[in-house]
Protein backbone atom coordinates (compact mmCIF):
# COMPACT_ATOMS: atom_id res chain seq x y z
CA UNK A 1 0.00 0.00 0.00
CA UNK A 2 1.14 3.69 -0.65
CA UNK A 3 1.05 5.89 2.22
CA UNK A 4 1.77 9.65 1.23
CA UNK A 5 1.27 12.82 3.29
CA UNK A 6 -0.53 14.67 0.99
CA UNK A 7 -0.51 19.02 1.30
CA UNK A 8 -3.59 20.16 1.54
CA UNK A 9 -4.31 23.21 -1.09
CA UNK A 10 -6.42 26.05 -0.70
CA UNK A 11 -10.52 25.37 -0.60
CA UNK A 12 -12.43 26.02 -4.25
CA UNK A 13 -16.05 26.33 -4.52
CA UNK A 14 -15.78 24.02 -7.56
CA UNK A 15 -12.96 21.82 -9.65
CA UNK A 16 -13.29 20.60 -13.02
CA UNK A 17 -11.25 17.83 -13.97
CA UNK A 18 -10.31 18.43 -17.59
CA UNK A 19 -10.16 21.01 -20.00
CA UNK A 20 -11.66 20.27 -23.13
CA UNK A 21 -14.99 21.10 -24.27
CA UNK A 22 -17.14 20.47 -21.48
CA UNK A 23 -14.33 21.25 -18.84
CA UNK A 24 -14.07 24.75 -20.52
CA UNK A 25 -17.64 25.34 -20.51
CA UNK A 26 -18.44 24.41 -16.96
CA UNK A 27 -15.27 26.73 -15.97
CA UNK A 28 -16.00 29.59 -17.58
CA UNK A 29 -19.63 29.26 -16.84
CA UNK A 30 -19.31 28.86 -12.78
CA UNK A 31 -16.98 31.50 -12.73
CA UNK A 32 -19.27 34.06 -14.37
CA UNK A 33 -21.74 32.90 -11.63
CA UNK A 34 -19.39 33.80 -8.89
CA UNK A 35 -17.72 30.64 -8.08
CA UNK A 36 -14.47 30.01 -6.87
CA UNK A 37 -13.27 27.95 -9.77
CA UNK A 38 -9.81 25.65 -10.51
CA UNK A 39 -9.63 23.77 -13.70
CA UNK A 40 -7.03 20.65 -13.42
CA UNK A 41 -5.70 20.22 -17.06
CA UNK A 42 -3.26 17.01 -18.28
CA UNK A 43 -1.72 18.92 -20.91
CA UNK A 44 -0.78 22.24 -21.59
CA UNK A 45 -3.63 23.87 -23.37
CA UNK A 46 -7.28 24.09 -23.16
CA UNK A 47 -9.71 22.26 -25.80
CA UNK A 48 -8.98 18.86 -25.81
CA UNK A 49 -10.34 16.84 -28.68
CA UNK A 50 -10.65 20.42 -30.65
CA UNK A 51 -7.23 21.15 -30.23
CA UNK A 52 -4.44 18.75 -28.72
CA UNK A 53 -6.43 15.79 -30.82
CA UNK A 54 -6.57 18.00 -33.63
CA UNK A 55 -10.65 16.97 -34.37
CA UNK A 56 -11.18 20.77 -35.69
CA UNK A 57 -14.33 20.35 -37.68
CA UNK A 58 -17.53 21.39 -35.32
CA UNK A 59 -20.58 19.90 -37.06
CA UNK A 60 -24.47 20.18 -37.21
CA UNK A 61 -25.06 23.08 -36.05
CA UNK A 62 -28.32 24.56 -37.45
CA UNK A 63 -31.74 23.23 -37.93
CA UNK A 64 -32.32 25.69 -41.14
CA UNK A 65 -34.97 27.62 -38.75
CA UNK A 66 -32.88 28.34 -36.29
CA UNK A 67 -28.91 27.58 -34.70
CA UNK A 68 -28.77 24.99 -31.87
CA UNK A 69 -26.23 26.61 -30.43
CA UNK A 70 -26.49 28.92 -27.40
CA UNK A 71 -24.12 30.58 -24.44
CA UNK A 72 -20.43 29.68 -24.51
CA UNK A 73 -20.31 27.54 -27.67
CA UNK A 74 -22.33 30.62 -29.86
CA UNK A 75 -20.17 32.58 -27.44
CA UNK A 76 -17.04 31.22 -29.03
CA UNK A 77 -17.98 30.39 -32.52
CA UNK A 78 -18.94 33.73 -32.82
CA UNK A 79 -15.34 35.10 -31.29
CA UNK A 80 -13.47 32.78 -33.44
CA UNK A 81 -15.31 34.20 -36.77
CA UNK A 82 -13.91 37.36 -35.52
CA UNK A 83 -10.53 36.91 -34.60
CA UNK A 84 -10.79 35.21 -38.26
CA UNK A 85 -9.85 31.45 -36.89
CA UNK A 86 -12.59 30.39 -39.17
CA UNK A 87 -12.20 29.27 -42.53
CA UNK A 88 -12.48 31.89 -45.57
CA UNK A 89 -15.35 30.92 -46.91
CA UNK A 90 -17.73 30.49 -43.39
CA UNK A 91 -20.19 33.28 -42.70
CA UNK A 92 -22.05 33.30 -39.44
CA UNK A 93 -25.28 31.97 -41.93
CA UNK A 94 -23.26 28.42 -42.03
CA UNK A 95 -24.00 27.90 -37.95
CA UNK A 96 -27.23 30.75 -37.96
CA UNK A 97 -29.00 29.74 -41.17
CA UNK A 98 -27.28 26.70 -43.43
CA UNK A 99 -28.68 22.91 -42.44
CA UNK A 100 -27.33 21.41 -41.10
CA UNK A 101 -24.39 23.33 -41.35
CA UNK A 102 -20.69 22.98 -39.93
CA UNK A 103 -17.57 24.22 -40.30
CA UNK A 104 -13.40 23.36 -39.68
CA UNK A 105 -11.74 26.26 -37.10
CA UNK A 106 -7.88 26.45 -36.33
CA UNK A 107 -6.87 24.42 -33.50
CA UNK A 108 -4.45 27.09 -32.15
CA UNK A 109 -7.47 30.51 -32.74
CA UNK A 110 -9.46 28.25 -30.30
CA UNK A 111 -6.14 27.73 -27.86
CA UNK A 112 -5.69 31.11 -27.44
CA UNK A 113 -9.55 31.94 -26.92
CA UNK A 114 -9.96 29.88 -24.28
CA UNK A 115 -6.95 30.76 -22.41
CA UNK A 116 -8.72 34.52 -22.75
CA UNK A 117 -12.07 33.56 -21.48
CA UNK A 118 -10.84 31.46 -18.45
CA UNK A 119 -8.57 34.32 -18.03
CA UNK A 120 -11.45 36.95 -17.95
CA UNK A 121 -14.01 34.80 -16.10
CA UNK A 122 -11.41 34.55 -13.12
CA UNK A 123 -10.62 30.71 -13.96
CA UNK A 124 -7.36 29.25 -12.04
CA UNK A 125 -5.92 27.25 -14.59
CA UNK A 126 -3.25 24.61 -13.63
CA UNK A 127 -1.75 22.92 -16.57
CA UNK A 128 0.12 19.55 -16.43
CA UNK A 129 -1.89 18.36 -13.11
CA UNK A 130 -4.08 15.32 -13.20
CA UNK A 131 -6.84 14.69 -10.24
CA UNK A 132 -5.86 11.04 -9.67
CA UNK A 133 -7.81 10.22 -6.36
CA UNK A 134 -10.68 11.37 -3.97
CA UNK A 135 -11.77 11.51 -0.85
CA UNK A 136 -15.23 10.38 -0.87
CA UNK A 137 -18.57 9.63 1.58
CA UNK A 138 -19.97 7.01 -0.56
CA UNK A 139 -22.77 6.36 1.45
CA UNK A 140 -23.53 10.37 1.45
CA UNK A 141 -22.65 9.94 -2.26
CA UNK A 142 -20.81 13.39 -1.77
CA UNK A 143 -17.04 14.21 -2.36
CA UNK A 144 -15.16 16.59 -0.35
CA UNK A 145 -11.68 16.56 -2.55
CA UNK A 146 -9.57 15.90 -4.93
CA UNK A 147 -6.24 14.38 -4.94
CA UNK A 148 -3.96 16.16 -7.69
CA UNK A 149 -0.43 15.35 -8.67
CA UNK A 150 1.70 17.65 -11.15
CA UNK A 151 5.32 18.51 -11.12
CA UNK A 152 4.99 19.96 -7.51
CA UNK A 153 3.95 16.20 -6.41
CA UNK A 154 0.60 15.74 -4.80
CA UNK A 155 -1.89 18.46 -3.56
CA UNK A 156 -5.23 17.84 -1.91
CA UNK A 157 -8.03 20.16 -2.86
CA UNK A 158 -10.63 20.57 -1.09
CA UNK A 159 -14.32 21.84 -2.63
CA UNK A 160 -17.95 22.41 -2.25
CA UNK A 161 -18.75 21.00 -6.23
CA UNK A 162 -17.60 19.22 -8.32
CA UNK A 163 -17.55 18.19 -12.57
CA UNK A 164 -16.38 15.42 -13.82
CA UNK A 165 -15.24 16.83 -17.67
CA UNK A 166 -12.57 14.34 -18.44
CA UNK A 167 -14.63 11.99 -21.04
CA UNK A 168 -13.85 9.06 -19.57
CA UNK A 169 -15.96 9.69 -15.95
CA UNK A 170 -12.63 9.14 -14.60
CA UNK A 171 -13.64 11.15 -11.13
CA UNK A 172 -17.27 9.16 -11.07
CA UNK A 173 -15.87 6.06 -11.43
CA UNK A 174 -12.70 6.53 -8.87
CA UNK A 175 -15.88 8.00 -6.58
CA UNK A 176 -17.92 4.84 -6.80
CA UNK A 177 -20.53 6.17 -9.35
CA UNK A 178 -22.48 3.35 -11.70
CA UNK A 179 -20.84 3.95 -14.76
CA UNK A 180 -20.91 2.04 -18.37
CA UNK A 181 -17.88 0.54 -20.01
CA UNK A 182 -17.11 0.05 -23.64
CA UNK A 183 -14.41 -2.11 -22.90
CA UNK A 184 -15.49 -5.18 -22.16
CA UNK A 185 -15.48 -6.58 -25.82
CA UNK A 186 -13.24 -4.53 -27.93
CA UNK A 187 -14.97 -6.00 -30.99
CA UNK A 188 -17.89 -3.33 -30.25
CA UNK A 189 -16.12 -0.69 -29.18
CA UNK A 190 -16.35 2.42 -31.76
CA UNK A 191 -12.54 3.14 -32.96
CA UNK A 192 -11.12 6.27 -32.16
CA UNK A 193 -8.99 7.98 -34.94
CA UNK A 194 -5.44 10.06 -34.70
CA UNK A 195 -6.13 13.13 -36.89
CA UNK A 196 -3.44 14.95 -38.45
CA UNK A 197 -3.01 18.75 -39.97
CA UNK A 198 -2.60 19.13 -43.80
CA UNK A 199 -1.76 22.11 -45.79
CA UNK A 200 -0.96 22.91 -49.33
CA UNK A 201 -4.61 22.03 -50.38
CA UNK A 202 -5.94 23.32 -53.75
CA UNK A 203 -9.79 23.63 -52.37
CA UNK A 204 -10.76 25.21 -55.62
CA UNK A 205 -9.72 22.14 -57.24
CA UNK A 206 -11.04 19.87 -54.59
CA UNK A 207 -13.81 17.52 -55.35
CA UNK A 208 -15.95 16.07 -52.70
CA UNK A 209 -18.20 14.10 -54.58
CA UNK A 210 -14.95 12.17 -55.90
CA UNK A 211 -14.00 11.47 -52.51
CA UNK A 212 -15.59 7.74 -51.89
CA UNK A 213 -14.93 6.37 -55.68
CA UNK A 214 -11.28 6.95 -54.63
CA UNK A 215 -11.43 5.66 -51.31
CA UNK A 216 -12.93 2.41 -52.94
CA UNK A 217 -10.82 2.71 -55.85
CA UNK A 218 -7.67 2.75 -53.81
CA UNK A 219 -8.94 -0.58 -51.73
CA UNK A 220 -9.57 -2.12 -55.33
CA UNK A 221 -5.93 -1.77 -55.69
CA UNK A 222 -4.66 -2.68 -52.19
CA UNK A 223 -3.28 0.19 -51.28
CA UNK A 224 -4.15 0.57 -47.77
CA UNK A 225 -2.87 -1.51 -44.98
CA UNK A 226 -6.60 -2.01 -43.66
CA UNK A 227 -9.75 -2.46 -46.39
CA UNK A 228 -11.54 0.20 -44.74
CA UNK A 229 -14.53 2.06 -46.53
CA UNK A 230 -15.44 4.45 -43.60
CA UNK A 231 -13.02 7.64 -44.10
CA UNK A 232 -14.66 10.74 -43.01
CA UNK A 233 -11.88 12.77 -44.80
CA UNK A 234 -10.34 16.35 -44.57
CA UNK A 235 -11.99 19.55 -43.12
CA UNK A 236 -10.90 22.54 -44.08
CA UNK A 237 -9.58 25.02 -42.10
CA UNK A 238 -8.11 27.76 -43.47
CA UNK A 239 -6.87 28.86 -46.82
CA UNK A 240 -5.07 26.02 -47.58
CA UNK A 241 -4.79 23.74 -44.74
CA UNK A 242 -7.25 21.36 -43.19
CA UNK A 243 -7.42 18.65 -40.90
CA UNK A 244 -7.27 15.31 -41.36
CA UNK A 245 -9.82 12.59 -40.30
CA UNK A 246 -8.87 9.09 -41.87
CA UNK A 247 -7.59 6.02 -40.20
CA UNK A 248 -10.26 4.02 -37.69
CA UNK A 249 -7.77 2.42 -35.16
CA UNK A 250 -10.24 -0.72 -34.29
CA UNK A 251 -10.28 -2.67 -31.18
CA UNK A 252 -8.84 0.43 -29.31
CA UNK A 253 -10.01 0.52 -25.64
CA UNK A 254 -9.61 3.69 -24.33
CA UNK A 255 -9.63 2.71 -20.92
CA UNK A 256 -6.26 0.62 -21.42
CA UNK A 257 -3.14 2.06 -21.66
CA UNK A 258 -1.42 -0.41 -23.77
CA UNK A 259 -4.48 -0.60 -25.85
CA UNK A 260 -4.07 3.31 -26.11
CA UNK A 261 -0.48 3.26 -26.86
CA UNK A 262 -0.38 0.95 -29.01
CA UNK A 263 -3.31 3.13 -31.42
CA UNK A 264 -1.41 6.30 -31.38
CA UNK A 265 2.05 4.38 -32.70
CA UNK A 266 -0.10 2.70 -35.37
CA UNK A 267 -2.44 5.73 -35.74
CA UNK A 268 1.11 7.83 -36.85
CA UNK A 269 1.23 5.16 -39.31
CA UNK A 270 -1.73 5.42 -40.54
CA UNK A 271 -1.97 9.41 -40.79
CA UNK A 272 1.24 8.87 -43.09
CA UNK A 273 -0.93 6.30 -45.36
CA UNK A 274 -3.66 8.63 -45.57
CA UNK A 275 -1.77 11.37 -46.43
CA UNK A 276 -0.39 9.26 -49.77
CA UNK A 277 -3.36 8.22 -50.42
CA UNK A 278 -4.81 11.75 -50.86
CA UNK A 279 -1.91 13.20 -52.98
CA UNK A 280 -2.39 9.65 -55.53
CA UNK A 281 -5.92 9.16 -55.47
CA UNK A 282 -7.16 13.11 -55.23
CA UNK A 283 -4.04 14.62 -57.03
CA UNK A 284 -5.60 17.64 -58.65
CA UNK A 285 -6.24 19.26 -55.37
CA UNK A 286 -3.79 17.40 -52.97
CA UNK A 287 -0.45 16.58 -55.38
CA UNK A 288 1.19 19.15 -53.27
CA UNK A 289 -0.04 18.33 -49.46
CA UNK A 290 1.69 18.14 -46.69
CA UNK A 291 0.84 16.45 -43.11
CA UNK A 292 2.05 19.33 -40.28
CA UNK A 293 1.47 17.12 -37.41
CA UNK A 294 -0.51 14.90 -35.84
CA UNK A 295 -2.38 15.30 -32.49
CA UNK A 296 -1.23 14.75 -28.96
CA UNK A 297 -4.59 13.09 -28.32
CA UNK A 298 -6.12 10.21 -29.74
CA UNK A 299 -9.35 11.09 -31.21
CA UNK A 300 -11.44 8.96 -28.88
CA UNK A 301 -15.22 8.68 -29.36
CA UNK A 302 -16.35 6.02 -26.70
CA UNK A 303 -14.97 4.92 -23.47
CA UNK A 304 -17.34 5.25 -20.04
CA UNK A 305 -20.03 6.56 -19.21
CA UNK A 306 -22.42 7.51 -15.78
CA UNK A 307 -25.32 5.98 -15.06
CA UNK A 308 -27.27 9.28 -14.56
CA UNK A 309 -30.76 10.16 -13.02
CA UNK A 310 -32.15 9.99 -16.53
CA UNK A 311 -30.64 8.04 -19.31
CA UNK A 312 -31.44 9.59 -22.87
CA UNK A 313 -32.37 6.74 -25.36
CA UNK A 314 -32.63 5.89 -28.72
CA UNK A 315 -36.53 6.31 -28.58
CA UNK A 316 -36.21 9.72 -27.06
CA UNK A 317 -33.90 10.61 -30.13
CA UNK A 318 -36.32 8.87 -32.73
CA UNK A 319 -39.09 10.86 -31.22
CA UNK A 320 -37.07 14.07 -31.46
CA UNK A 321 -38.18 14.58 -28.03
CA UNK A 322 -37.62 18.01 -25.99
CA UNK A 323 -37.56 17.79 -22.25
CA UNK A 324 -39.23 20.53 -19.40
CA UNK A 325 -35.72 20.51 -17.65
CA UNK A 326 -33.78 20.85 -21.18
CA UNK A 327 -29.97 22.63 -20.77
CA UNK A 328 -29.42 22.05 -24.45
CA UNK A 329 -30.97 21.58 -27.80
CA UNK A 330 -28.82 19.59 -30.50
CA UNK A 331 -29.43 18.03 -34.25
CA UNK A 332 -26.78 15.62 -34.67
CA UNK A 333 -27.77 12.35 -36.70
CA UNK A 334 -26.94 9.12 -34.94
CA UNK A 335 -22.92 8.53 -35.78
CA UNK A 336 -22.01 5.03 -34.47
CA UNK A 337 -18.40 4.58 -36.84
CA UNK A 338 -17.65 1.00 -38.16
CA UNK A 339 -16.40 -1.74 -36.02
CA UNK A 340 -14.66 -2.95 -39.05
CA UNK A 341 -13.78 -3.12 -42.24
CA UNK A 342 -16.56 -5.48 -43.71
CA UNK A 343 -18.89 -4.69 -46.29
CA UNK A 344 -22.29 -5.12 -43.61
CA UNK A 345 -20.25 -2.62 -41.24
CA UNK A 346 -20.27 0.09 -43.64
CA UNK A 347 -24.06 -0.32 -45.14
CA UNK A 348 -25.15 -0.58 -41.68
CA UNK A 349 -23.43 2.70 -41.10
CA UNK A 350 -24.06 4.05 -44.46
CA UNK A 351 -27.63 3.47 -43.80
CA UNK A 352 -27.75 4.94 -40.35
CA UNK A 353 -25.10 8.21 -40.64
CA UNK A 354 -27.49 9.16 -44.26
CA UNK A 355 -30.63 7.89 -44.20
CA UNK A 356 -32.19 6.29 -40.92
CA UNK A 357 -31.08 8.71 -38.08
CA UNK A 358 -30.73 12.19 -40.24
CA UNK A 359 -32.63 14.58 -38.60
CA UNK A 360 -35.51 16.90 -41.16
CA UNK A 361 -35.14 20.90 -41.55
CA UNK A 362 -36.41 21.77 -38.37
CA UNK A 363 -35.94 19.25 -35.98
CA UNK A 364 -34.11 19.05 -32.71
CA UNK A 365 -33.51 16.67 -29.74
CA UNK A 366 -33.42 18.35 -25.97
CA UNK A 367 -30.34 17.17 -23.61
CA UNK A 368 -32.26 17.69 -20.22
CA UNK A 369 -30.13 18.10 -17.04
CA UNK A 370 -30.82 14.69 -15.31
CA UNK A 371 -28.41 13.33 -17.91
CA UNK A 372 -25.61 15.24 -16.44
CA UNK A 373 -25.80 14.00 -12.80
CA UNK A 374 -24.47 10.56 -11.56
CA UNK A 375 -27.60 8.53 -9.98
CA UNK A 376 -28.08 9.76 -6.68
CA UNK A 377 -25.03 12.08 -5.85
CA UNK A 378 -25.16 14.96 -4.06
CA UNK A 379 -22.01 17.47 -5.57
CA UNK A 380 -20.87 16.31 -8.80
CA UNK A 381 -21.34 16.73 -12.37
CA UNK A 382 -20.36 15.06 -15.64
CA UNK A 383 -19.56 17.63 -18.55
CA UNK A 384 -18.98 15.89 -22.32
CA UNK A 385 -19.70 12.86 -23.91
CA UNK A 386 -19.18 10.66 -20.40
CA UNK A 387 -22.89 11.49 -20.08
CA UNK A 388 -25.75 9.57 -19.39
CA UNK A 389 -27.30 8.35 -22.67
CA UNK A 390 -27.59 4.91 -24.72
CA UNK A 391 -24.58 4.09 -27.31
CA UNK A 392 -26.57 5.58 -30.15
CA UNK A 393 -27.81 8.82 -28.81
CA UNK A 394 -24.24 9.12 -26.87
CA UNK A 395 -23.04 8.65 -30.79
CA UNK A 396 -25.04 11.36 -32.04
CA UNK A 397 -24.49 14.22 -29.50
CA UNK A 398 -20.73 13.36 -28.34
CA UNK A 399 -19.58 16.21 -30.63
CA UNK A 400 -17.87 19.13 -28.65
CA UNK A 401 -20.95 21.89 -29.51
CA UNK A 402 -22.81 19.83 -27.23
CA UNK A 403 -20.12 19.06 -24.84
CA UNK A 404 -19.18 23.06 -24.61
CA UNK A 405 -23.61 23.38 -23.94
CA UNK A 406 -23.75 20.62 -21.26
CA UNK A 407 -19.74 22.05 -19.97
CA UNK A 408 -22.02 25.15 -18.92
CA UNK A 409 -24.99 23.49 -17.47
CA UNK A 410 -22.82 21.77 -15.08
CA UNK A 411 -20.68 25.06 -14.04
CA UNK A 412 -23.88 26.45 -13.74
CA UNK A 413 -26.07 24.10 -11.98
CA UNK A 414 -22.48 23.81 -9.70
CA UNK A 415 -22.54 27.50 -9.04
CA UNK A 416 -26.77 27.32 -8.07
CA UNK A 417 -25.82 24.50 -6.10
CA UNK A 418 -23.61 26.17 -3.88
CA UNK A 419 -25.47 29.70 -3.62
CA UNK A 420 -28.92 27.98 -2.41
CA UNK A 421 -27.82 24.85 -0.57
CA UNK A 422 -29.46 22.81 -3.40
CA UNK A 423 -28.10 19.33 -4.46
CA UNK A 424 -27.03 17.86 -7.33
CA UNK A 425 -30.22 15.55 -7.47
CA UNK A 426 -32.64 17.82 -6.07
CA UNK A 427 -31.56 20.96 -7.90
CA UNK A 428 -34.43 23.44 -8.37
CA UNK A 429 -34.05 23.02 -12.36
CA UNK A 430 -36.55 25.64 -13.09
CA UNK A 431 -34.60 28.48 -11.75
CA UNK A 432 -31.38 26.36 -13.98
CA UNK A 433 -33.28 26.69 -16.96
CA UNK A 434 -34.37 30.58 -16.84
CA UNK A 435 -31.03 31.13 -15.89
CA UNK A 436 -29.30 29.50 -18.91
CA UNK A 437 -31.76 30.99 -21.15
CA UNK A 438 -30.61 34.89 -19.35
CA UNK A 439 -26.82 33.16 -20.54
CA UNK A 440 -27.97 32.73 -23.94
CA UNK A 441 -28.78 29.51 -23.82
CA UNK A 442 -31.09 28.46 -27.02
CA UNK A 443 -33.88 25.97 -25.69
CA UNK A 444 -37.33 25.31 -27.08
Request: with cysteine.
Amino acid sequence: MLKREVPMDDAYDVVVAGGGPGGCGAAICAAREGARVLLLEATGSLGGMGTSALVANWSALCTGERTVLGGIMREIIDTMHQRGNLPPQVTPDSWLKHFPGGTGFDPEGLKRLLDDLCIDAGVEIRFFTRMIDAEVDRDEKRIDGVIAQNVEGYRFIPAKAFVDATGDAFLADLCGAECREAGRDTRHIMPPTLCAVQTSIDWDAFAFEEHQSAVMKAIEDGFFSQPDRHVPGIFRTGKQRAIMNAGHLFKTNALNCRSLSDAMIRGRKLATEYSEFYRRYLPDACKDMEMGATGSLLGVRESRRIVGEYELNYEDFKARRHFDDDIAIYMKQVDIHVYDCTEEEYERYYEEFSEKDTLGFGESYGLPYRMIVPKGWQNLWVAGRCNSSDIKVNGAMRDQPACYMLGQAAGTAAAQAINTGQTAVNLDTTRLVKTLRSRGAELM
